[in-house]
Every structure is written in structure tokens, then in C-alpha cells.
């Protein structure tokens, strides 16, 4: 990853070019170092220090409003504490840096932070951000919430494209580039929804597969192994059916399936914990026309193997379905009655860092060894940032979220991810391994964030409620809904090139 120091010297070249590089702009190569020749004697050459390109830059105290979601989905706690920062030694390593970044920032660019928690869930945001903007009212420079709503809100106007602001390196690591391309049609130069390391939600809620170590090593030879399969490219979903169908036991020995035997893997209802086998399995879900408009291409014969094989997942005697029970779920993995626990996400280690048994973080298992990653699914609530066009503050809040998303890279994600995810939680070097893993192959965001948008079809029609019915005939299924399915996604497209 790329570090501050090298972005630094970047920037200031590009400033002493009297420019910045917005997205899909060349990013240069030179870096802004002086050296006098050596004098004679031997006396070593003097390097100036490095110059912040945004040095000098003061916006009077000018008020930063922030409205960011303080949401608690599932137990799993909200990512507010990345974003607003609490009193100075508050002794938790990641509230601390982030009260030392908004501080440096703020004093930097000579700012203030004024933050406003909302509590609307995903059903009611969207009224509330266009009721606000239809008004014009100017309360806010930035919105952080929820991923879907506000998805289909970008291709109605209501925020601007950054990749105008001259201040926003897209190309920096810190910014999640692919991730906010396939927010956008596949285009690198239309940002409407921001995601990057300042969003740590985008972390926080990606999607992983968790292990009872112990379990495993009682039941197989190591859990060493898993490990092996993920690095090897073999960690496949034929690979996690036998795992699980082996794993099963009837403890009670009452010959019927119930809350107190052992499982292979838990999970709850279909719908949620579909997404990361459906978006993990590499399907193609769009193919671009020579117009660069997007068409379904779903009806293959890829789509027709994940429904049989989801089937035969969430179907396996190995499989344990708590219905609508998050809790139950949870307990069930910690209790030790489930070697895997399913629709988890990254911030659930937080859930089972007080578990005595040993447990590890895996990605979600490849459809089988021909694709060429794994592939960890965002989830539809998912916390990303959108600059309302009611602000009269563009310009500076280029300047604001490059420098939070720089500094964020530097100290809030190494605190969060490097200390307290990978030390507090994490509790072998593999596990650190497939945390990585997990990271950086967060994509394929598309069908997530607009799939309900899409008559529901991309991952519910087409996949989940098939699966709820233990449907395995793909094709029929499919076709009742690609006809409307396209024709919402031909409405969405049309609605993104008006505002071009």
C-alpha cells in the first residue's frame, strides 16, 4: 500500500504543476526533493522537507456538517466511532486515532467537524435526503449511510460527481476505485458514492466465513489445512460441502435434526446469507453493449450450477437453519454446536472475541478452481459517502475527504486493522493472511446496490427465492423476471447519462 510519505511527494509535484488529479486523470511521477550539489570538503547534500500539498490551505473555520448513520444492523454495532471522534484518551486504540485524525485535519485545513447521528434505517433515509434537497436546504456536506438507498439516489441528481473536484486523487489506494466503478456503470470518471479507507464501514460490514479452530482439529487432522486450501486456490464450495456433511452429528441421538446436535454450518433464513455465495461465485451479472449501455447476462450455465449448488448448501444435513435468529446463530457458533457460522461479516469479530475456543476468518469459498479469486460481497447497507448538490462547499470538501481518506490510511485503518482486528481478535498469522484476502478483493458491488432496483432479480428473483423454495430449475425461474428486470436496468442507465 501505498504510504503518506509517497503520496505527499506526489502531490506536491502536482501542485507545484498547478494541478491536481481528479479521477481518471494521469497520476505523474515526480516528487519535490531539492539536493544542493555536494561542496567540497564531503559535507552530505541537504534535502528540504517534504512540503504538504495542502499546506497553507485555510478555509477560516469554516464548519465541516457531517450526517452519518449511527445504525446498529444485526448486533453487529455501527461504524459511527470511525467517523466522529470521542474525548482524547479514551484508551481504545481506534476511537484515539480517530480523535487524532479529525484534530489534525481540522487544524490543517483550518475546519470543524460538526457531526449530526442519524437513526433512519434504509426505508427512510431516502425521504429524508430528498426532502432536504428538494428544499435546498443546505444542513450538510456530507452524507455517510446506507449503500442501496442511496445508490439509486446518485442517478437522480442529488450529489455530485467528485470526480470533478480537483483535490481528489481517485488513483491513491485509500480510495476504493474499483468498488466505486462499479457503482457507476462500469465508468472511471463518475463518482457519485465514495467508499475508501475513511468509510471503514466498507470493512466492517464485507462479508466472511468464520471456524471453530478447535472443532476442526477434533473432527479433521488441522485446521491448518483450510488455511492451505484458501492459499492454494482450492478453498471451493465443493470443498466446504464435504467439511460440512462430515461435521454433522447427532449428539442427542434422538435421530432427528434439531437445536442440539452438532452442525457443520449455521445460518439463518435465505436472503441475507445468500449474497456472499452469490456475489463470491464470480458470476457475470452485466455485459456492456458497443453503446456502453448494460444488459443481464445472467442466463448461463454458471447461474444454473450456483442454484444447484446453493441447494445443496443450505439444504445438507451438515446445514443448520436458525429461520430468522440472528442470536441464535451466533450462539450456536460460539456454544460450539456449528464448526462454520454463516451471514457474518468482519465486525463480527467483535461478537466472539470473548470466545475461549480458537477460531479463525476465512473468505468465502470459490465456485470452483477455474475462478481466479475469491471474492468478498459488500453489504447492501453498507455505510459509503455522498456530497449533497445542495452544499456550497464543493471545492472544500475535495480538499476535506482527500485529506480524511489520506489520513485515515495512516493511522485509523492501521489502528483498526493492524491492531485491533489482527491482534485482538485474530489469533494466528494465517487467519492475518486471509483477513488480507478478505480485504482486498471486496467487489462486484452492482447487483448489491442495485439489485432491488433491478425487479429484485440479480440476486433474489434469480437466486435467493428459488433457494427458499428449493427450486434448482435456473432457467424457468429466471426468465418470469428478466423482461422487467431489463427494462428497470434500461430506466437506471437512462437515468445516470441525463445527468452527464
Not at 466522529?84 to 467537524?113: H, I, P, T
Amino acid at each position: 500500500m501505498k504510504t503518506t510519505k509517497s503520496l505527499l511527494l506526489l502531490l506536491a509535484g502536482l501542485l507545484a504543476a498547478g494541478t491536481f488529479v481528479s479521477c481518471g486523470g494521469d497520476t505523474g511521477n515526480e516528487t519535490q526533493t531539492q539536493a544542493d550539489t555536494a561542496p567540497t570538503g564531503g559535507d552530505t547534500a541537504e534535502i528540504t522537507e517534504e512540503v504538504d500539498p495542502f499546506e497553507g490551505f485555510d478555509y477560516s473555520g469554516e464548519q465541516v456538517r457531517i450526517l452519518v448513520s449511527g445504525n446498529d444492523y444485526d448486533g453487529r454495532g455501527s461504524s459511527i466511532y470511525a467517523i466522529r471522534q470521542e474525548e482524547e484518551g479514551s484508551g481504545d486504540v481506534v476511537k484515539d486515532a480517530v480523535y487524532k485524525r479529525n484534530m489534525e485535519v481540522e487544524e490543517l485545513l483550518n475546519v470543524e467537524f460538526v457531526f449530526t447521528e442519524n437513526l433512519d434505517d434504509y426505508t427512510i433515509i431516502p425521504t429524508t435526503v430528498q426532502t432536504m434537497i428538494l428544499a435546498g436546504d443546505d444542513a450538510y456536506d456530507l452524507i455517510i449511510h446506507d449503500l442501496f438507498p442511496l445508490a439509486t439516489m446518485s442517478l437522480e441528481g442529488y450529489f455530485y460527481n467528485m470526480c470533478e473536484n480537483q483535490y481528489l486523487d481517485f488513483s491513491q489506494e485509500y480510495w476504493y476505485e474499483d468498488y466505486m466503478k462499479d457503482l457507476s456503470f462500469g465508468k472511471d470518471d463518475v463518482h457519485y458514492l465514495l467508499a475508501g479507507d475513511y468509510f471503514l464501514d466498507v470493512l466492517r460490514t464485507a462479508h466472511a466465513m468464520f471456524v471453530n479452530k478447535d472443532m476442526f482439529n477434533t473432527i479433521f487432522e488441522s485446521a491448518d489445512e483450510l488455511y492451505d486450501h484458501v492459499l492454494n486456490g482450492t478453498w471451493t464450495q465443493e470443498v466446504f460441502l464435504e467439511y460440512i456433511s462430515e461435521a454433522y452429528s447427532d449428539v442427542n441421538g434422538d435421530g432427528t435434526k434439531d437445536d442440539g446436535d452438532q452442525y457443520g454450518w449455521c445460518t439463518i433464513n435465505y436472503w441475507g446469507p445468500s449474497i456472499p455465495w452469490i456475489i463470491g461465485s464470480d458470476l457475470t451479472f452485466l455485459e456492456y453493449e458497443s453503446d456502453g449501455s448494460p444488459k443481464l447476462a445472467l442466463n448461463n450455465e454458471r447461474s444454473v450450477l450456483l442454484l444447484e449448488r446453493l441447494n445443496e448448501i443450505f439444504y445438507n444435513t451438515g446445514t443448520h437453519n436458525y429461520s430468522e435468529s440472528v442470536d441464535a446463530c451466533n450462539q450456536a457458533f460460539i456454544n460450539g454446536n456449528s464448526l462454520f457460522s454463516g451471514y457474518q461479516r468482519v465486525s463480527s469479530l467483535e461478537l466472539f472475541r470473548d470466545m475461549e475456543t480458537d477460531i479463525g476468518i476465512l473468505p468465502y469459498p470459490k465456485m470452483d478452481e477455474s475462478q481466479k479469486n475469491y471474492i468478498t460481497s459488500s453489504h447492501d447497507t453498507t455505510n459509503i459517502g455522498v456530497v449533497p448538490v445542495t452544499t456550497g462547499k464543493f471545492d472544500m470538501m475535495g480538499a476535506v475527504l482527500e485529506v480524511l481518506s489520506r489520513e485515515s490510511a495512516e493511522t485509523v485503518m492501521p489502528a483498526y486493522y493492524e491492531t485491533a482486528l489482527k491482534v485482538k481478535y485474530i489469533r494466528d498469522d494465517a487467519s492475518v493472511q486471509m483477513l488480507d484476502i478478505i480485504r482486498y478483493n471486496i467487489s462486484c458491488v452492482f447487483p448489491v446496490a442495485y439489485g432491488n432496483y433491478c425487479n429484485n432479480t440479480p440476486l433474489y428473483n434469480a437466486f435467493s427465492y428459488p433457494l427458499s423454495l428449493q427450486n434448482t430449475e435456473f432457467v424457468s425461474n429466471y426468465l418470469k423476471y428478466e423482461k422487467k428486470a431489463q427494462s428497470a436496468l434500461d430506466e437506471l442507465w437512462e437515468a445516470f447519462n441525463s445527468l452527464e
